[in-house]
């Protein structure tokens, strides 16, 4: 059932089997992979259906190091989490790209400290395929041979940097219509909203935690006692809760050699690069890295992706390519239309709400062809985690008396040289392949606004480098664990989605089993 926790009186309490604070993609995936499991389930959101603003306000922190923009606009306190926040568009719904983590991610690296997890990728290929099915994208297939088509080809690139790769487009619907009414209408679950979780309170020790202390959007507060917890609030709220459950240990829970918080992530978009074509087939030639439906009626779209010997030899992180044809500028010195997209997407908006969508398509109607003057590229990046990129606790409280957080955020010297290598290599590339000129724009910083926020739970099976184990569970207390990008070691390149889905389910089969 769902229900509404301004009804709570204060001092209730609500049991459970299992309980789950957040109901974005991570918490949703979770309980609906549960649904059929005996287990009596509460799923805590602190929003509603719909965007509150007085929600939404609880995620105001400060943010210190390099520039990085509000982080209201895609912390969602919403049912769906950020899901209410995408920014692609498929057939007048709103969408997402899917793609999951290359294999290379997930290894050690000489050149990446504190990188790998503790398993290779083989080990979510088929949560990957169940997060498919899931979210309704068609076949776990990412081979770009696999989707090409008459008019639509993979470049030949006869280099040793790049290939072609694709991402999966999937819609909001999952995760903000279908599996909260599945949720809603289950007699083993109750999907609790306007619930915000204040702190976890454990035994003396922190070995187990015995309840989770919530607040209605009113401010009567309740308990919810359960057999487990799993906190499924994204990266920043996850160690934000661990940080203010400080009853058993002042340091937090989990915290006992100080990750909780370290090592946040992001995916820099760097738009530094313009191609300006040299063949006159480039519309065509190009129409793979548009996105397109397939046969099938999955939408993909082409990307220009590093190759891994590649990534080894010249000390790269992984990163992403995708082609924007943009329109020459107008008489009057006005940006053309594709330009002005571009331009847009790489700007903050002022909400959640107001985040841009669209700007694909442009391969659908020939009349483009001689109004798109070049293609900008647009470089997806992977940060390696860094100790002091970290979420901390301030004193500044919200108005239920959670303590904010601050965001400790740097675009490092030796990430930009590592950027401006990656530069040289792709120019060199793309103007060996014969595809025309690259114009740089020398130095420029990439843009840190892709919300993809990852780290801060760090997933190791030594508690001295990390806060949760394999099974996502916290190191030193037996019942809780964590859900979410916020266990990513390494991110990669890719849209966190997808992996965040399948580490759900993944987790789901192991909160089957009793203990």
Request: glycine share 10%; net charge neutral; charged share 25%.
């Amino acid at each position: 059932m769902e229900a509404d926790a301004r009804r709570q009186r204060p001092g209730d309490t609500i049991e459970a089997d299992l309980c789950i604070v957040g109901a974005g993609p991570a918490g949703l995936s979770l309980a609906h992979a549960l649904l059929g499991s005996g287990l009596q389930l509460v799923v805590l959101e602190s929003g509603g259906r719909d965007f509150d603003r007085v929600a939404q306000a609880l995620n105001e922190a400060q943010v210190v190091g390099s520039a990085y923009g509000d982080l209201l606009q895609t912390r969602q306190r919403q049912v769906g989490g950020t899901a209410n926040a995408w920014n692609s568009e498929v057939d007048g719904e709103v969408a997402a790209k899917f793609v999951p983590l290359d294999p290379i991610d997930f290894v050690e690296r000489a050149d990446v400290p504190l990188g790998g997890w503790p398993f290779g990728r083989e080990e979510l290929d088929r949560w990957y395929e169940q997060a498919h099915a899931l979210c309704g994208i068609g076949p776990f297939d990412y081979r770009a041979d696999a989707w090409r088509s008459e008019g639509r080809e993979p470049l030949r690139l006869d280099g040793t940097l790049l290939t072609t790769g694709l991402y999966r487009f999937g819609t909001d619907a999952p995760f903000v219509q279908r599996i909260p009414a599945a949720l809603a209408a289950a007699p083993n679950v109750t999907l609790l909203t306007r619930a915000t979780v204040l702190e976890l309170v454990a035994g003396a020790d922190g070995g187990r935690v015995v309840a989770a202390r919530v607040a209605g959007s009113g401010g009567a507060q309740f308990e919810v006692r359960a057999s487990r917890f799993v906190l499924a609030a994204g990266a920043i709220e996850n160690a934000r809760l661990l940080l203010a459950s400080s009853g058993a240990d002042p340091q937090g829970l989990g915290n006992r050699y100080g990750w909780v918080g370290r090592c946040f992530m992001e995916h820099p978009r760097d738009f530094s690069m313009r191609l300006v074509p040299a063949r006159g087939d480039w519309f065509d030639a190009l129409r793979f890295y548009d996105q397109h439906r397939t046969a099938d009626g999955s939408t993909i779209l082409g990307r220009l992706a590093l190759r891994e010997d590649a990534m080894r030899e010249h000390a790269l992180l992984n990163a992403s390519v995708t082609l924007l044809p943009a329109g020459a500028p107008r008489p009057d010195g006005a940006p053309g239309w594709r330009e002005r997209v571009v331009r847009w997407l790489g700007r903050a908006a002022t909400s959640a709400q107001a985040y841009p969508r669209g700007g694909a398509g442009w391969s659908a109607d020939p009349r483009r062809r001689d109004a798109l003057a070049f293609v900008r590229l647009l470089v997806n990046l992977e940060q390696a985690p860094h100790p002091e990129n970290r979420i901390v606790l301030i004193d500044g409280r919200d108005r239920l008396g959670v303590r904010r957080v601050q965001v400790r955020w740097q675009w490092r010297p030796d990430e930009q040289d590592r950027l401006e290598r990656l530069r040289g290599l792709l120019a060199k590339e793309l103007e060996g392949a014969g595809l025309g000129r690259i114009e740089r724009d020398a130095q420029a910083v990439p843009d840190p606004r892709a919300h993809h926020h990852a780290g801060t739970t760090r997933m190791h099976d030594d508690p001295r480098f990390g806060v949760v184990d394999r099974d996502c569970r916290v190191h030193g207390t037996a019942n809780l664990f964590v859900s979410g990008a916020s266990v990513f070691p390494t991110a990669g390149f890719a849209n966190p989605t997808l992996t965040i889905v399948a580490l759900a389910l993944r987790l789901a089969q192991r909160l089957r089993s009793p203990g």
